[in-house]
């Protein structure tokens, strides 16, 4: 039996589930080197590059890029950190893309947040801004001393479009549409481990003794722990 020492994972969740501080807290606690579609995406705009401004447009409007771009540029991402254990971010989106990632690594376990959508909304809704000052508010754990006004000028608080009720479902319904699929096909592959819960902090510890589990001791021994 050929021993492999390393441990490749995919994280997804929906915006708003707390993927972002689980996947800094597994790759923290276990070594796993942290590659991210939309950042590999943003390094392209901010540098200009002939295909970061091709893909600007399609980001600006919060629409996918095409399977083969993104595909192309993580695994040349993915080939560049050579033999070494990570946790992939916001890749794949679609069931191509799952496959193209197939054909080249063998992807562990598939971590999907299951966060229900109403607790999402409650979360990404609760927070209003003054927009002459930016003074930002929010409804559970920085709210106005009155309800909708300015504490310092009384005048109306208003929600960023991103914020509001409407553009947060709207959001929510794409990305079960888009991924429902791709967690469908992760499943099928016995790769999936799903984790429900409200609250991050509840979540993470579930995820922690999974991946305690999971992970060959080696590489944990080399990430400095995960106990
Ligand atoms: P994110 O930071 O993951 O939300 O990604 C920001 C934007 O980059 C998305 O809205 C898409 O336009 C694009 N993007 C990131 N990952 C992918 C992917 N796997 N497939 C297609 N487009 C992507």
Redesign the pocket.
Known sequence: MVVRNLFRAVIMGPPGSGKGTVSSRITESFGLQHL???DV?RAHIKAKSELGLLMKS??DQ????PDDV?SRLILASLRDMGQSSWLLD????TVV?AESLDSVFTVDTVINLDVPFETIKERLTSRWVHLSSGRVYNIDFNPPRIPGLDDVTGEPLTQRDDDTPVTVSRRLKAYENQTQPVLEYYRSKGVLATFSGTETNKIWPHVLTFLTKKIPQSQQARGGGGA
């Open positions: 991210s579609s939309g995406l399609c980001i919060g629409q996918l890029v993104i916001g890749f794949p989106r893309q």
